[in-house]
């Protein structure tokens, strides 16, 4: 007959299976995991107060003893291995075999990752037929620290994933890093490399607005005042403030956009000598001209941008749609650029002066149009703004006409690191130039892709990408081609002759045998 | 040593005597001649399409890598397939004793357990490298008609005789359990598959605990090999890992000395 107390051991097991089940759903030590524990024991401890006998001499055989030496010594084999894996997990060498180090980063790269200070967490939205090499390229980031977490996800079967990170492009990357997040649509080491350096780096991004010279107030909320482009760039998690040059020795190093908004005074000769310098440290500057007022020109010339004494005058007829007058050119030409990228709003700027990049801009600069009025006879530069407006030739400046304009330098800069070690590191000086301020003023700035535009500007100014400069690897390209022969040749060799044969040989044998 | 070797010699001569051995290997061949054939058959069919395309578009074709496109899962097919084979032949190492009653003889023969388990599995793993060896010829074609990198291939096939050797010792272990031979070689293969599919558990426990199993996991080790990393780390688990199931193939045999007894 089999008592009550034959089942204290099974209850035990039960108990022991269910903690661990609570365990594993809730992924933590619960109330209820403690008391299946606490139970678990006491009905065993029970169990073999109440069998004590049985136990006794079940302890005593020879089987018990060995059994329980067998697995206390697996136990410890067990422990001697695990130990020796762990250290060897530490203090691996890895051996990249292919020929262009496909699977190994740059040592920028791996010092980077290991400088982590805390965790940083990598969404890659990839398809899963295009996972295999973001995948290796993370792992190799993920091998270097144990802060670098990295989650592939297929955008087609997580849309919540895709909504919260605003994804619309397939092969993004998030970089999530602390409350910083960083996206990148190119997924190679200098890419993502990059994008550590700017998600590490801390501080917010700060732009600093030019005063005292007649620049409209960032705080004024009237038509003329700049509140809403301030509100907006601090929506986008930019720090806003304004710098008088004259009081300083230098542009602040947490500038990452210097804006100059339509001064009605000319800089002073030192203002402009911290402008070049700040340019010369790879600064960003951004600015904003309008007609009849100073033009920056001593500064700007020397960065390939040639600023013309004119109006600009667009009489198409649809600027007059808008209540646009004739100085008020509705522009909807933006020349291929990456602040112009996809972007396919109308801008409207009110009283503009032309602002043309030179044909041969000095050695490095390169500058390029953003925004282009409409076509000649509609628009031109017109140099004498009186009563009657005409095109003159040889003195007028023919539409289209470019009316901003941006440039670009690389500029070399040593990296002073932790070691001691200076690194080379490239980043672009980089300026935009627009002929006209108003456009960003609260009367312009919600008008159709006015504050588009010059956020986008302003974005592309701050980006600090291109931080270190990594040659991206490339496969060896060892293809192969076969003929139908060739082709054949393998086949019957490799998949029927060869199998084949070696079940003869064993046939013939094992016949012999016999 | 010399015990080891002979038990060793015995084995090979029951795997070559008998038609089984041959069998395994033509099988595995043939299978993994079959993968090989169509994966090197798609390769050049892409090659093919990318110029057309790169031509059509006039633009310049992507480089098309060897490695990436046909040996990496070249490798990576041969080790599912390998899964499935080499139970075959280690199911009969020690259930065959068993059977025929013959272990009673080894066990009380001078040779000890140790030298018996390691003869064994010597013979096993012996025959495992013949067969890796036989598809080297796959591999002869590629440098006939191509370029591959002969070091990437190196970093696979130490990774296929390290997984494979862990199958191995899985099935020495699972054979020493029972008499039956296909018990043995579906117990295996059950177990084989639990190590391999343990890595993708992982998503659905907590972190800590997901990459401690994860480390257990035999395919996440592999796949360093498979795409032509060697590293250091992956060498000691395998290892580490067969070094466990002889310990445990020892410790099965040795039991059955003294279990039931009181």
Not at chain 1, 28 to 50: H, P, R
Not at chain 1, 492 to 504: A, T
Not at chain 2, 23 to 36: H, M
């Amino acid at each position: 007959m089999i008592q009550w107390k034959q089942y204290l051991p099974i209850a035990a097991l039960i108990l022991i299976a269910l903690m661990l089940l609570v365990n594993l759903i809730t992924q933590q030590w619960s109330m209820i995991s403690w008391l299946a524990l606490t139970l678990a024991v006491a009905s065993f401890a029970i169990y073999c107060w109440l069998e004590r006998k049985t136990v006794r001499q079940w302890i005593s055989t020879r089987s018990f003893r060995y059994g329980s030496n067998t697995v206390a010594l697996i136990m410890i084999v067990l422990g001697i291995l695990g130990l020796v894996n762990f250290i060897a997990g530490r203090h691996n060498f890895r051996w990249d075999t292919t020929q262009a180090k496909l699977f190994s980063l740059s040592p920028q790269s791996k010092k980077l990752v290991k400088s982590l200070n805390h965790e940083l967490h990598v969404k890659a939205f990839f398809r899963p037929s295009y996972q295999q090499p973001i995948r290796d390229l993370l792992e190799e980031y993920a091998n270097q620290s144990k802060r670098f977490r990295y989650e592939i996800i297929d955008p087609d079967v997580n849309p919540d994933q895709v909504k919260r990170y605003q994804i619309e492009n397939y092969e993004t990357l998030v970089l999530e890093y602390g409350n910083k997040i960083e996206k990148i649509t190119k997924a190679t080491e200098p890419d993502i490399t990059n994008a550590l350096i700017r998600v590490m780096q801390e501080g917010e991004k700060k732009v600093y607005f030019t005063t005292m010279h007649g620049e409209p107030e960032l705080d004024d909320e009237e038509r003329g005042g700049l509140h809403h482009a301030k509100t907006k760039l601090i929506a986008e998690n930019y720090q806003v403030a304004t710098i008088f040059l004259a009081e300083h020795q230098q542009i602040p190093d947490d500038c990452s956009v210097l804006m100059i908004v339509g001064p009605k005074k000319d800089l002073l000769p030192n203002e402009y000598q911290l402008i070049e310098q700040y340019l010369n440290r790879a600064g960003r500057l951004m600015v904003l001209l309008n007609p009849d007022q100073p033009d920056l020109r001593a500064l700007l010339s020397s960065w390939g941008f040639e600023i013309g004494d004119n109006t600009v005058i667009d009489i198409s007829p649809m600027g007059q749609l808008f209540g646009a007058g004739y100085a008020a050119p509705l522009v909807t030409s933006y020349p291929e650029h990456e602040i112009t990228r996809d972007f396919n709003l109308m801008t409207l700027f009110h009283l503009v002066r032309s602002v043309t990049p030179v044909n041969q801009p000095r050695a490095g600069i390169t500058v390029s149009s953003l925004a282009q009025t409409s076509n000649f006879p509609n628009s031109w530069g017109e140099t004498r703004l009186t009563s009657r407006v005409k095109f003159d030739e040889g003195q007028d400046l023919k539409g289209p006409v470019s009316i901003a304009a941006a440039a670009e330098k690389e500029v070399k800069l040593q990296v002073q690191g932790s070691d001691n070690d200076t690194t080379a590191a490239v980043r672009k000086a980089r300026v935009v130039v627009f002929g006209d301020s108003d456009f960003i003023t609260n009367g312009f700035f919600q008008f159709q892709g006015n504050g588009d535009l010059f956020l986008n500007a302003v974005n592309w100014l701050a980006e600090q990408g291109e931080l270190i400069a990594i040659r991206p690897k490339q496969a060896e390209d060892n293809r192969i081609s076969l003929t139908t022969q060739q082709s054949l040749l393998i086949f019957w060799l490799g998949v029927v002759f060869l199998p084949l044969s070696i079940l003869i040989i064993g046939v013939v044998i094992y016949v012999h045998r016999k | 040593m010399a015990k080891v070797w002979a038990i060793f010699e015995r084995e090979m001569k029951s795997y070559f005597v008998a038609p089984i051995a041959y069998v395994v290997i033509a099988l595995f061949i043939a299978i993994v001649g079959i993968f090989f054939y169509l994966i090197l058959a798609s390769f050049v069919q892409r090659c093919y399409e990318i110029d057309l395309y790169a031509q059509q578009w006039q633009q310049t074709a992507p480089a098309m890598n060897l490695h990436e496109w046909v040996t990496r899962p070249f490798f990576g097919n041969m080790a599912t397939i390998a899964l499935m084979i080499l139970p075959l032949i280690t199911m009969k190492l020690f259930a065959e004793e068993k059977k025929n009653g013959t272990i009673e003889l080894l066990q009380t023969s001078p040779i000890t357990t140790a030298q018996l388990v390691l003869g064994k599995y010597a013979a096993a793993v012996a025959l495992y490298s013949t067969m890796l060896a036989i598809t080297l010829i796959y591999m002869l074609f590629l440098f006939l008609y191509g370029k591959p990198e002969i070091a990437q291939i190196f970093s696979g096939y130490l990774g296929m005789w390290l997984i494979g050797s862990s199958y191995l010792v899985i099935g020495l272990l699972f054979s020493t359990f029972t008499d039956n031979q296909i018990i043995a070689a579906v117990s295996t293969i059950a177990v084989i598959l639990m190590f391999w599919a343990i890595g993708w558990v992982t998503d659905f426990l907590s972190p800590a605990l997901g990459k401690f199993i994860g480390q257990l996991s035999l395919i996440e080790h592999f796949e360093d090999f498979e795409k032509g990393v060697v590293d250091s780390k992956h060498i000691v688990f395998y290892l580490s890992f067969i070094f466990m199931g002889l310990f445990l193939s020892y410790a099965s045999l040795e039991s059955s000395r003294w279990r039931g007894s009181r």
